[in-house]
């Protein structure tokens, strides 16, 4: 089979049978596509022609352009996958990825927002009293609430929420729905938005709308919460997944139980979720260090 074909094969079916996010199927596609290129170089159009070796290759090349860990071992994996589906099809019948080594990446800590920093986002003056700053308010307060990605609170629609059992149902990654517990506020606050959007942009399943009252994007979701965190936090990045991270860290601190939050956070692996116990680990510290008369004698 061709290599073109066999890329164009596989891209079909984790777009239409595996139905990954778009994003996904965009790096994915992309970075075959640039393997077939290095392969075509080379004379190699046939995908039984591939081999660890012209993977490696190509890999080191990524490798000395100084493109950083992550970034190499997220090519890696989508040549991987590539493979394995073409063994689990008949297509080839050896595994080349087990002589191909993945780069390690540097693990770094989550960034979250300081407790001080969220409570602000109940303050009245920070937002607008119109539609806008209410739905903004709402939003950035939900993000943090529940911990949802900003996917998910895209794609929130209004039967999304059970006001009355106090849940909010999450579509999230593969499709996969989870139930998410909210306290009687929050039920309160989104019950006020629905009546507000309805009688300001007129009827709409989304939950959350953009000025044309069509359903908001992830990059919108995104904007919103650099121009409010911005003002509010001093942290090194500023991005809706860094309310996930604070819902986590947060609750961890006040005693929370792990499984509890990756079952929250919708993590297949606890191991995903175990980062957390570290930055909480890392905080003790640094308040040790800096608040505890020893520790600031010990740190001087």
């Not at 860990?69 to 087990?98: E, N």
């Not at 900003?150 to 106090?166: H, I, T, V, W, Y």
Request: net charge positive; hydrophobic share 35%.
């Amino acid at each position: 089979m061709k290599i073109e074909d066999a890329i164009a094969r596989f891209v079909d079916y984790i777009a239409f049978e595996r139905r990954m996010a778009k994003g996904t199927v965009k790096n994915y596609t992309a970075d075959l596509h640039d393997l077939a290129l290095l392969a075509a170089k080379y004379g190699i159009n046939d995908v039984e022609e591939v081999d660890s070796k012209l993977i490696r290759e190509w890999q080191m090349q990524h490798m000395d352009c100084g493109e950083k860990p992550g970034t190499v071992k997220r090519r890696i994996a989508s040549v991987s996958s590539w493979i394995h589906y073409l063994q689990r099809i008949g297509i080839i019948d050896s595994d080349i990825m087990a002589k191909v080594t993945v780069p390690k990446q540097p693990k770094h800590l989550p960034v979250f927002f300081k407790e001080s920093e969220t409570e602000h986002l109940y303050d009245e003056g920070l937002f607008g009293n119109d539609f806008q700053g209410r739905q903004d308010r709402l939003m950035l307060r939900m993000l943090y609430e529940t911990g949802i990605r900003r996917s998910e609170l895209a794609g929130l629609k209004e039967q999304s929420a059970d006001l009355g059992a106090l849940t909010l149902k999450v579509l999230g990654k593969r499709n996969k729905e989870r139930i998410i517990p909210i306290e009687i506020e929050l039920a309160h606050n989104i019950s006020e938005h629905i009546a507000l959007k309805r009688e300001t942009m007129g009827e709409c399943e989304w939950m959350f709308v953009n000025r044309k009252g069509q359903q908001i994007s992830t990059d919108q979701v995104y904007q919103r919460v650099r121009k409010y965190m911005s003002q509010l936090s001093n942290a090194d990045r500023i991005s809706p997944h860094v309310f996930r991270h604070s819902f986590a860290t947060h609750i961890l601190k006040e005693g929370g139980d792990l499984r509890a939050i990756q079952e929250l956070l919708g993590h297949e692996s606890l191991s995903t979720t175990e980062i957390y116990t570290h930055v909480t680990r890392e905080h003790l510290k640094e308040v040790y260090l800096t608040a505890h008369p020893r520790g600031k004698r010990n740190n001087k």
